[in-house]
């Protein structure tokens, strides 16, 4: 009896496997591209586009931290905005849906000692779930062993219903301090990281990052 009832629940196992692997070979269950979706050149302006080499920053005192930068350019990032076959798709694969492939870049500003890096990025996100309305996204996170910074700033709305100031998960924005002198450096529209306790990243919308903190310095970029 024991043996009889193990094949029925294994039977049944077959038959359930079979059924989702029928439903998700269907056309209407299989996911498909319906469009495509790009960061707006005034979102480029805060990132840099090409690959660069020994990149100084240095210190009021003279002392210089040397990074290289690799930038990371993608245009097929899936995002679903019309989920397929709810309720029957097959447990060992993602849900099908309609999508969009949108744009991104991220820049990686890593120091040639390896001990420390920053990464920049522009994504584009939905302004709520299964939607294609979008908006872009810049953050940043500075890191050692252990983070040291980090920061958001919502840049585009690429539709007029969405209110760039609503967005409830830019939860680390930056401080902007238009023109600032740095080391007696000046730059224009610059934006800093707002971290309790943390190191400080600054930014320039035309420049990329523009200096960092490493207490008591501050390491400014050579142009």
Same mark, same amino acid.
Not at 10 to 24: A, E, H, I, N, Q
Not at 84 to 91: A, H, I, R, V, Y
Not at 100 to 105: Q, R, V
């Given at each position: ?7 029925? =629940? ?9 059924? =989702? ?5 269907? +056309?209407?269950?299989?996911?498909? @591209? ?9 979102? @480029? ?45 097959? +447990? =060992?694969?993602?849900? +099908? ?21 920053? !990464? /920049? ?28 910074? @980090? ?20 939860? !680390? +924005? ?10 007696? /450096? ?18 320039? @919308? /035309? ?5 960092? /903190?490493?207490e008591p310095e501050l390491f400014v970029r050579s142009?």
């Amino acid at each position: 009896m024991k043996n009889k009832c193990i094949n029925i =629940f294994l039977g049944g196992c077959v038959l359930l496997l079979f059924s =989702f692997k029928g439903c998700t070979n269907s +056309p209407k269950c299989q996911s498909n @591209k319906v469009g495509e979706a790009f960061i707006d050149i005034s979102s @480029k302006s805060f990132l840099e586009l090409n690959n660069q080499n020994n990149i100084v920053f240095e210190s009021a005192a003279g002392q210089q931290m040397i990074f290289d930068l690799e930038v990371q350019h993608r245009t097929n990032n899936r995002s679903c905005y019309n989920y397929l076959c709810k309720g029957f798709t097959d +447990p =060992f694969q993602g849900q +099908p849906c309609e999508y969009i492939d949108t744009e991104s870049y991220v820049n990686l500003y890593r120091d040639q000692n390896n001990q420390y890096m920053i !990464e /920049t990025k522009v994504v584009m996100e939905p302004n709520q779930e299964e939607s294609d309305y979008f908006y872009d996204l810049y953050s940043l996170h500075f890191s050692k062993i252990g983070l040291l910074s @980090k920061a958001q700033k919502a840049l585009y709305a690429h539709h007029p219903s969405i209110d760039l100031s609503s967005i409830y998960y830019v939860q !680390e +924005p930056f401080i902007y301090l238009g023109a600032k002198t740095l080391n007696g /450096t000046a730059f224009n529209e610059v934006f800093k990281t707002n971290n309790t306790n943390l190191e400080s990243v600054y930014i320039s @919308k /035309t420049k990329g990052v523009i200096a960092f /903190t490493l207490e008591p310095e501050l390491f400014v970029r050579s142009f």
